[in-house]
């Protein structure tokens, strides 16, 4: 008897979010064409996961209840149903660039949008409301979601939206195979060797102190691909990775100072946003690489980058900010980290970074 594949089973996996009322669903600044309100609202909540591929049929069921403004009435995922019009006093609502769906779409109801890592919106967007079944389309890397609104800064209140993702999965089950001679019976005088129990696999934990002044990657070995302005950097601090598979897992503790701001955590000077602007005189921010999806990024957070041998970039950099998930790529052997500034003099102070790699 031996264990054979039988074919793939669909099972999903359920991911979590929470949908602030100031949430708008997808970042105009990425998509310029596909206006509405007057960007005074949070980015969007965004969902990233490796189960979101294309083809993949996904269900968004939210409860929960928000305002849209002083003295508005509290509703529920599907938004006030006595107010559909796309258009409002100001400018567009979301809901004008889902025509298609011919069903009326109410102020301050739950819709999304597949978006690139980019954060470009890639198919049409699409209503929620209590729930939704949509199907993964080409170029998808996660979903965008908020509130279809114009104003957002007076909203209040939060949507609890779960999303199952139809996953594949594949069982085990015994079957019959046809005898060889490996297979045989041992003989009178054979005995078996007693199983030997596997190592029980642990993650690595990496932990180093980073330096304020630390650029994330060396600017001369990436001159050519990654150029930014590392005036006063120190050199990178890079993990080396000795499996080139799984996922690495990076959380950072404690706070640096930067000229003009202190007590700055991993995630930056939030009073300073940089995504993918540029100094006065043409230095380009690390966050200038950094997919749009993951923005906003603030100056002086905490950027990483996978790195070969030669501390040449073989991946995006990403921003770290409260922690972050990321797959390893197959031509990585170490993780590079540093800050999101092009002027690095006058940083003063360290973060501890743990960085959890995969078994051995």
Known sequence: ?????????????????????????????????MRFGINDGRPPTLVLDPA??????????????????PGSPLNGPDGDRDWYLDRGNVDFFPSHYMRGYNVPIYRSQLVGAFVSADGIV????????????????AGAAGISLGLNDEVY???????????????????????EVAPN?????????????????????????VTVTLDAATAPWDPVANA???????KGAKPTVVVPIEVPAGKVVIVAEGTTD????????????????????????????PSFYVPKLLYPAYRHGL?????????VAVSRPFMVGKGIRLPIPDKAEGLALGFNDTDFTGNTGTLKVTVELPPQ
Request: hydrophobic residues 45%; without cysteine.
């Open 1 to 33: 008897m031996a264990l054979l594949a039988v074919p793939a089973l669909v099972s999903a996996k359920t991911v979590k979010v929470r949908v602030d009322a100031k949430s708008v669903p997808w970042n105009v600044r990425a998509n310029p064409t």
């Open 52 to 69: 979101i591929k294309v083809g993949t049929t996904i269900t968004i069921s939210a409860k929960g209840s928000t305002l849209y403004g």
């Open 122 to 137: 890639v198919s049409s967007p699409f209503p929620i409301g209590r729930e939704a079944k949509v199907v993964v389309p």
């Open 153 to 175: 800064a007076d909203n209040s209140g939060s949507l609890d939206v779960s999303i199952l993702i139809a996953v594949g999965t594949v069982t085990v089950e015994e079957g």
């Open 181 to 205: 001679d490996a297979a045989q019976p041992a003989g009178p005088t054979a005995s078996a060797a007693p199983a030997t129990p596997a190592a029980e696999a642990t993650v690595q934990r």
């Open 224 to 230: 050519g691909i990654l150029p930014i302005g590392a």
């Open 258 to 285: 930067i000229p003009g701001a202190s007590g700055i955590g991993a995630g930056g000077d939030t009073k300073k946003t940089i995504n993918d602007t540029v100094t006065a005189d043409g230095q380009r921010y």
């Open 303 to 311: 950027v990483v980058v996978f790195v070969d041998a030669k501390g």
